[in-house]
């Protein structure tokens, strides 16, 4: 078949045409030179036929170069082909080596799970304890609080819920020692109060018997009666002034005892707030940095990760885009199906070019 190109093989190097930077260009280069000297009269037949024909010239020329680019694509796709052939059996091997090299770090790590999970388990039971005994000494902190607490912490609270524990104990046995003490003066009192009636019954039958023996001395019984009544008045009210003073005298102690456990109570409450909220305060800081680490940690090994994640899929992507720039064409006789493959591979390459330019963009 005639060569109707406006280029041959002997204008250009065939080997590094497409390997060598600038023989496009030359290889380009010829072909506008001869369009430059190309100056039809349009005016004519015969000048719009050497145009038509300039025009085939030119395509011609570029299924030219588009084979010649078509050979050295197959020829570079099975270079490839063989060094694939090559690489694979090393790639699984070097993959093999890593994995076997990296399986003491991952059984160390899988054991070190295993004790990092049984140490929070034993850690739990140990926080339920201290809540438990806590809470049978009428303090009642939420569990995570517990759990914040260090050894020496905990040890403080627990030493002052005993002795808070202690003092309730001691207040509760001062109330029932009162309460009985109470309980014994009002006996007291009552059996002083029968006394008494029984001393004024048994004077007034003596007084009544000697009424009825001796109506003379009726006027002395009389003033007998009224000085013994007068005294028995005084007496009671001797009694009932002693039972009123000791009454008050107990009422006085326990207002005395009430007021002391109250203030204690009040200076150790008073106390354990300022400890407490100061220990909030450093309990709060001490969160915050921990949280403020973890979350910086937390952004920089998701930062790794997708720099990690990007790094294989950019791979993946230039492998993608350089597989299309090697993509094996079947050879063709026909021009327009030579024409449509090379359209293809030119589109192909544009296309791993956008995808190289999308993924350097990432």
């Known amino acids: 078949m005639e060569n109707t190109a406006l280029i041959t093989l002997d204008q250009i190097k065939k080997d590094v045409l497409f390997s060598k930077a600038g023989e496009i260009d030359k290889a380009l280069a010829i072909v506008r030179t001869e369009l430059d000297k190309f100056k039809p009269d349009i005016t004519t037949k015969e000048g719009r036929e050497m145009i038509a024909s300039m ?102 609270i627990l030493a002052e819920a005993e002795e808070a524990h202690e003092l309730e104990q001691k207040r509760q046995a001062t109330e029932a020692l009162a309460r009985k003490n109470e309980a014994d003066h009002l006996a007291e009192e009552k059996a002083i109060n029968e006394a008494k009636q029984k001393v004024l019954d048994d004077e007034r039958k003596a007084f009544k018997a000697e009424k009825e ?73 001490a969160d915050r940095e921990v949280r403020e680490k973890i979350e910086a940690e937390e952004a920089e090994a998701v930062r790794l990760a997708r720099v990690e994640l990007l790094k294989s899929d950019l791979n993946k992507l230039y492998d993608y885009a350089g597989s299309l720039r090697t993509l094996i064409i079947p050879p063709v006789e026909c021009k327009g199906a030579t024409d449509i493959l090379l359209w293809a591979v030119e589109e192909a390459i544009l296309l791993a070019e956008q995808i190289e330019i999308k993924a350097d963009n990432m």
Do not use: M
């Not at 170069?65 to 070097?94: C, T």
């Open 55 to 156: 025009a085939y010239r030119v395509s011609r020329s570029k299924t030219f170069l588009g084979a010649v680019f078509i050979e050295y694509v197959a020829e570079a796709r099975k270079k490839i082909k063989e060094a694939n052939s090559i690489w694979k059996p090393a790639e699984e091997k070097l993959d093999k080596w890593r994995d076997e090299t990296r399986k003491p770090l991952a059984d160390f790590e899988a054991a070190e799970t295993i004790a990092k999970v049984e140490a929070e388990r034993l850690e739990k039971i140990k926080i339920q304890g201290r809540v438990d005994t806590l809470h049978k000494l009428n303090v009642n902190p939420p569990f995570f609080e517990i759990a914040a607490l260090t050894d020496h912490d905990y040890g403080v």
């Open 213 to 285: 023996a001796d109506a003379e001395g009726l006027a002395e019984k009389e003033r007998k009666q009224k000085a013994f009544q007068d005294k028995i008045l005084a007496d009671q009210k001797a009694a009932q002034d002693k039972i009123d003073a000791d009454r008050k005298a107990l009422e006085d102690e326990k207002n005395k005892e009430r007021d002391r456990i109250a203030r204690e109570a009040f200076e150790k409450q008073a106390k354990e707030n300022a400890r407490v909220a100061a220990e909030k305060a450093a309990k709060e800081k």
